[in-house]
């Protein structure tokens, strides 16, 4: 961890918050078992991510990419939420103006009882209609593939931000308004790479906000970062609530 003097210098940062953004990332999923996107272990049979996660995987061959979207809500669905998601949650019930923006599709914050979230590359346990848009929630697991719409029976799939699709302009929009209004953004275990959020923390800073980071390691983010502590974030992200 960064010294202890950082550390309490960023709690009472947080301490003194009026309006207070955490953005997440795959880091603090780790803890819980859920293996990071941009660490050794991303192949499924002889897959990558990005080769399936794509619209064009899915018009090609829906059957694949279910499959594989299977095995991971079956992987996932035996994670539970670790210290530093209950620890966000908790704060969102003690901070007035407070948003968690995560990048994490697994639902790991909302399991842990985060409300005023934005889920801004999906759920990977909320399904979409291709045909006629409605989505909702299905936690089965496995599910059945192909999975049809209750409603039109078309196709459902994943409602996930693929590779080469744009986030929900209504997301974005909510994301950037609390970026340009907030004192105080802290960015836990993202590695800072995938836009629009890799561009978070510079919005925020040129806001006036004071900028925290929580990582394992450097990011692009740190130079920009007034406090970045090297930790993880289920050991950090609770001593910063401590009172
Ligand atoms: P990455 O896998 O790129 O980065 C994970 C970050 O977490 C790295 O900087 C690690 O150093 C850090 N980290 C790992 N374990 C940690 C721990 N226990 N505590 C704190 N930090 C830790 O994941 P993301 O930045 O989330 O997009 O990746 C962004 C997006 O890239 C993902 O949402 C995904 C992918 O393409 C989509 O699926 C659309």
């Given at each position: 961890m960064g010294s202890s003097s950082d550390l309490n210098q960023l709690k009472q940062r947080l301490a003194s918050a009026r309006s207070l953004v955490v953005l997440t990332g795959a880091g603090i999923s780790a803890d819980s078992g859920v293996p990071t996107?941009?660490?050794?272990?991303?192949?499924w049979r002889t897959y990558r991510a990005e080769e399936l996660a794509t619209p064009e995987a899915f018009e090609r061959d829906p059957r694949l990419v279910w499959e594989w979207y299977n095995w991971r809500r079956e992987f996932l669905a035996t994670k539970r939420p670790n210290d530093a998601h209950y620890a966000l949650a908790e704060w969102e019930r003690r901070q007035g103006r407070f948003w968690l923006i995560t990048?994490?599709?697994?639902g790991l914050h909302r399991e842990a009882g985060?409300?005023?979230?934005?889920e801004i590359h999906g759920n990977i346990w909320m399904v979409r209609c291709t045909r006629c848009g409605w989505v909702e929630k299905n936690r089965s697991v496995?599910?059945?593939?192909l999975p049809s719409c209750a409603r039109c029976a078309g196709l459902l799939r994943p409602h996930i931000v693929w590779f080469g699709e744009a986030l929900d302009p209504a997301d974005l929009a909510r994301c950037d308004e609390v970026l340009r209004t907030c004192d105080t953004l802290l960015i836990i275990g993202?590695?800072?790479?995938?836009?629009p959020a890799a561009g978070f923390a510079a919005t925020a800073k040129r806001a006036g906000a004071f900028v925290g980071e929580i990582n394992l390691d450097e990011t692009p983010q740190t130079a920009l970062a007034d406090i970045s502590l090297r930790g993880r974030a289920k050991d950090v992200v609770p001593l910063l609530l401590e009172r």
């Open positions: 996107f941009r660490g050794a272990d991303g192949l990048q994490n599709v697994d985060s409300r005023k979230l934005s496995p599910i059945p593939i993202t590695s800072g790479v995938v836009y």
